[in-house]
């Protein structure tokens, strides 16, 4: 993923040199066997391919061509960065909305913002002025033994109940 200007720049540096390398190989495929040049121009557009994507992805965003990106949590972290290049901000204009430093900025991308708090997660999102979508899936739910349910021997539970009750205590599992 291209997080800024002097990534992109040597992204696409590095497509060029890629692509004179296929125009090099493909010339020079005489003397080579073919299957060897084919697996070797195979390999090379391949990385050609992922350069594009990352080019066409951070033109789309700085352009405004794309609105809306959808991300899972653990790709969290691209939406930020993908959010910041989309409304236009550099790393340092980024920093200065949220009273830090560029470094810690470039920190938090280097790191895929890994290490921030819940609530300075909320500040950027309300910084970028973001909707963000949280879905909860509870489809793999823990499967529970008996064993998990057993007082430990010794303890009477019975005991434990009909106090509880006498207290008109209930016992929530939220808090």
């Known amino acids: 993923m291209i997080k800024n200007e002097k990534q992109y720049g040597v992204t696409k540096n590095n497509l060029k040199k890629f692509q004179d390398a296929i125009r090099v190989i ?15 121009i195979d390999s090379i557009q391949s990385q050609i391919d992922v350069f594009e994507q990352e080019i066409e992805m951070y033109e ?21 960065i993908e ?10 204009q980024f920093a200065e909305l949220l009273k830090t430093s560029e ?11 890994s290490n921030i708090s819940l ?10 002025d973001v909707d963000v979508d949280a879905t909860f899936n509870f489809s793999k739910k823990r499967r529970f033994a008996v064993s998990d ?3 430990p021997q ?5 005991e434990i109940r009909n106090r509880i009750r006498s207290r008109g205590t209930t016992v929530s599992m939220c808090r």
Not at 103 to 112: I, L, R
Not at 119 to 128: A, F, M, N
Not at 154 to 158: A, C, E, F, L, N
């Open 26 to 40: 493909s010339e020079s495929s005489s003397s080579k066997n073919p299957l060897l040049l084919k697996l070797q």
């Open 60 to 80: 789309g965003l700085k352009k405004g061509e794309i609105a809306n990106v959808s991300r899972g949590f653990e790709d969290l972290s691209c939406g930020i």
């Open 83 to 92: 959010s910041r290049i989309a409304k236009g901000y550099n790393q340092k």
């Open 103 to 113: 470094q810690q900025v470039q920190k938090y991308e280097s790191e895929n913002y």
């Open 119 to 128: 609530k300075r997660l909320q500040e950027i999102v309300v910084v970028l």
């Open 149 to 151: 349910f057993l007082a």
């Open 154 to 158: 010794g303890v009477d539970t019975i």
